[in-house]
């Protein structure tokens, strides 16, 4: 474990600094600090450095000493970068803790934690900022000479940049280049993040005097009399309303788009473009100064005294309990006492409204982080972090690497989704558990949040590890959904489907619609049909570099894959046996909405899964068009089950639950019942009472029953006796290990003895090696072998040393050659 100590060092004293490389290096590398830098190196700062050859990396500096390196000559620090430290020596803490848990590198826990633009090395790409006007003059000779550069050729490495001015630190000019708002820094170049504006119609000043307005009434009526009802519904509409949207005054004057259009630029009416809330507008009043329910007011105080007692508390509050009320109290009270909060979200684009909802109440002391800012806003955040100006951070999982000075409260909203999970790269670490040795190292508190806990923090709350509160109540007293199982068999034998669709969700449908009402349909499955087959010799369209079958894409027309990204031309022909009999067969989101519109002509349809959803703001816009019900029935992934709060959605349709009831997984119905609980959770959250029409195979389904009369506590039972049966968690800890190779008869050889030499330390723990689900992606083989270790009896830290000693000795024989090992801990 690094030591992190500040020491007062002499000028001419040799001094060599120990600092994390961006990078997957077993060790930390050390320095050389030539002596002019004795008194400015400090623990946390940035240097530049050479490694390897010639690359250039941005490193931190973890420690200062005397000691030189016994086995290397320590080259010196190129340039440090920093006046002072912009890394805190708890993050430094933090990082070593998720390496030494997660069984990763610092390096690796480096690159996911800081902005890319804090972390220039040879390979970053350097780009001109096109939206920025910079004033020439300003530029010293080498920044004169990138920006000329970057004029010729758009885009320029590190690298590149050092080959042009002839010197190696070329960090510094760089620094004041991006400082300048002249350059972008960054190995993704993202969109800046907007807020949801809306337009709103003002009457030019002017015309505030009733003479001029006479006067124009006269000019608009004799030579434009659509465009003089359009400034009268404005007049008749100002008596009623502070504000008015453009929509507004189209509908009531009937002018239409054109006529208000020329009134814009004729400079009659102005228009303003105003951050809006995303919030229900019939409740802003409400929210704005609302008062806790009873039952509210009664679990905020057993919160308080739990916190009294235990560091985490866990919030068991049924969909639409009114959990983000209580969570809006504990911030205001910690807030008072002068801490700092996190609040992490799963998905932070599917929950701009708790944004501008907080916002109403903390202003500009809440910042908000996340992997979809651009460089020069992600570092801005981490900057006011530092500087303690940001008092409330809302953020993603990436948001608990942030340089917090004080935290008193970390609240975990949704605490069981698997978005808190990182996949891939290292860290493969979960921002929950993650949270929870934050707060423990700033001496705060957290707070899990979920009307579906996961079963590993239910568990913890019932052996008292955890404290725990219940909301079993539906905020203002508004019911939960009906639920209704539909057999797909029994209409299909009875011949009442309509396409994927039952005659039940269908009237539910057309009941909604008649209504002015709106309707979400869940279908856990992007594309168009997930698999295309030959139906006289049964071919399937393959992936060439994963071991998986194509999905088609009726948008692109192709055939997609999922996991690397390959895209194929669907055949017309079975190339196997020259058929022309080709069908496609499954379903995805993209189908439901292609037939849906075949059925219900009339509706307006939108989708939302990844597909839709990729480019800038479109995720924003479909759910702005949702709210403004300009969409009558939404289609999509689980994306749909995540933070959706609108007042007019009463119906929600699972098209088919067997996707998610039948997956081959321990969790699965742990999973199966989060999903259908949230996603039926979406519907009727205010006033009137929602519809959930679920479609399956199988009606009798436990889970399924479970989900009707939400009851998790027998879910939570039931499943507990069978993990504790075949020893999984929350009674065992899991660690996988992934072996990969280019060639499967080699990893073959791999997996066996790197299994083989961890069953000389653990045994019968040891299972596999096995081939996932999917054996190859991207060209690599893949063998899985996992260990359960039991919770009591057996020191997790040394058994991760002896599967590291296992791993690093399996690297030093021939036989690891073009291997590549991934371990994850607690995997999900």
């Not at 009268?232 to 929509?247: D, E, G, M, V, W």
């Not at 000693?805 to 590549?820: A, M, P, R, Y």
Request: proline share 4%; charged share 25%; glycine share 4%.
């Amino acid at each position: 474990m690094l030591e992190f100590a500040e020491v007062p060092y002499t000028p001419r004293e040799t001094l060599f600094v120990e600092v994390i490389l961006p990078l997957a290096i077993a060790k930390n590398y050390t320095y050389r600090v030539p002596f002019e830098m004795n008194k400015a190196v400090e623990v946390g700062k940035r240097v530049v450095v050479q490694f390897g050859k010639s690359k250039l990396y941005t490193a931190i500096i973890a420690s200062v000493g005397t000691l030189a390196p016994e086995k290397y000559e320590a080259k010196y620090i190129i340039e440090l970068l920093d006046e002072r430290a912009i890394v805190t020596s708890g993050q430094l803490r933090f990082w070593q803790w998720l390496a030494d848990y997660y069984m990763c590198n610092a390096g690796e826990v480096m690159n996911a934690a800081m902005p890319s633009a804090l972390k220039l090395a040879s390979e970053t790409r350097i780009m001109l900022r096109k939206d920025f006007e910079f004033d020439r003059a300003t530029l010293l000779d080498k920044e004169f000479l990138i920006v000329e550069a970057l004029e010729i050729q758009p885009e320029l490495t590190v690298s590149d940049i050092v080959k042009l001015l002839g010197q190696k630190t070329v960090m510094p000019v760089l620094k004041l280049l991006f400082e300048k708002n002249v350059i972008h820094i960054s190995e993704e170049v993202s969109e800046r993040y907007k807020p949801r504006t809306r337009a709103f119609i003002t009457l030019n000043p002017i015309y505030h005097d009733q003479e001029n307005l006479k006067e124009l009434f006269v000019i608009l009526e004799k030579r434009a009399p659509k465009q003089a009802d359009a400034v009268l519904a404005y007049l008749k509409l100002k008596r009623h309303q502070s504000a008015i949207t453009k929509n507004e005054l189209t509908e009531e004057s009937g002018a239409g788009a054109a006529s208000i259009k020329s009134l814009i630029e004729k400079e009659i009416f102005i228009v303003e473009e105003v951050n809006v809330s995303r919030l229900y507008h019939g409740e802003d009043e409400a929210y704005d100064n609302f008062d806790l329910s009873e039952q509210q007011q009664e679990i905020f105080k057993h919160i308080q005294s739990e916190f009294t007692n235990k560091e985490v508390v866990l919030l068991h509050g049924v969909t639409a309990s009114g959990k983000t009320q209580i969570y809006v109290r504990l911030i205001e009270e910690m807030i008072a006492s002068g801490k700092q909060v996190l609040y992490l979200l799963p998905e932070i684009a599917l929950t701009t409204h708790i944004i501008e909802r907080l916002r109403t109440y903390f202003g500009a002391t809440i910042g908000v982080y996340h992997s979809k800012f651009n460089d020069n806003e992600r570092v801005e955040v981490w900057q006011k972090v530092l500087n303690n100006e940001y008092k409330v951070v809302l953020g993603a999982r990436s948001a608990v690497f942030l340089p917090f000075q004080d935290l008193g409260l970390i609240i975990v909203d949704e605490e069981h989704e698997t978005s808190y999970k990182q996949f891939d790269p290292a860290p493969r670490y979960n921002a929950r558990d993650a949270a929870i040795f934050l707060a423990n190292m700033h001496s705060g508190k957290v707070l899990l949040g979920s009307a579906t806990p996961s079963f590993e923090s239910y568990y913890n709350a019932r052996m008292q590890k955890y404290g725990f509160a219940e909301l079993t109540e539906r905020y203002g007293g508004v019911k939960l959904p009906e639920i209704e199982v539909v057999s797909i068999a029994t209409e299909t034998k009875e011949k009442t489907m309509q396409s994927h669709f039952t005659s039940v969700l269908m009237a539910d449908i057309a009941e909604a619609l008649s209504n002015k009402e709106q309707v979400i349909l869940f279908q856990n499955r992007r594309g168009y049909a997930p698999v295309l087959m030959c139906k006289i010799c049964a071919y399937t369209p393959k992936c060439i570099n994963c071991d998986v079958s194509l999905t088609f894409h009726k948008s692109s027309g192709k055939l997609h894959c999922h996991y690397c990204g390959y895209k194929d031309d669907a055949p017309q022909i079975c190339p196997a046996c020259g058929s022309t009999h080709l069908e496609y067969k499954g379903f995805g989101t993209e189908k439901i909405e292609d037939e849906l519109a075949m059925l219900l002509p009339e509706a307006r349809i939108a989708r939302m899964d990844l597909d839709t959803t990729r480019s800038r703001n479109s995720l924003q816009n479909i759910l702005n068009d949702l709210e403004e019900k300009k969409i009558d029935i939404l289609v999509g992934t689980q994306m749909v089950a995540k933070g959706l709060d609108f007042a007019d959605v009463t119906v929600i349709g699972v098209i088919n639950a067997d996707s998610l009831l039948k997956f081959p997984d321990y969790r699965a119905n742990e999973r199966s019942y989060q999903m259908l609980a949230q996603v039926s959770g979406r519907a009727g959250r205010r006033g009137k009472q929602g519809k959930v029409v679920i479609q399956t195979y199988d009606p009798g389904h436990r889970v399924i029953k479970q989900v009707i009369e939400n009851n998790y506590t027998e879910l939570y039972f039931t499943e507990m006796e069978e993990r504790r049966s075949f020893k999984y968690p929350p009674f065992y800890r899991i660690i996988n290990l992934d072996v990969k190779h280019k060639n499967p008869e080699i990893l073959y050889n791999q997996a066996a003895y790197l299994a083989t030499e961890l069953r000389k330390n653990f045994g019968e723990r040891v299972i596999g090696p096995e081939a996932p689900l999917v054996s190859r992606i991207r060209n690599y083989y893949i063998k899985s072998i996992m260990l359960k270790f039991e919770k009591d009896n057996l020191s997790i830290n040394k058994a991760k040393a002896i599967i590291r000693d296992v791993i690093t000795q399996f690297q030093t024989t021939k036989l690891s050659k073009g291997s590549v090992v991934q371990a994850d801990v607690d995997p999900y």
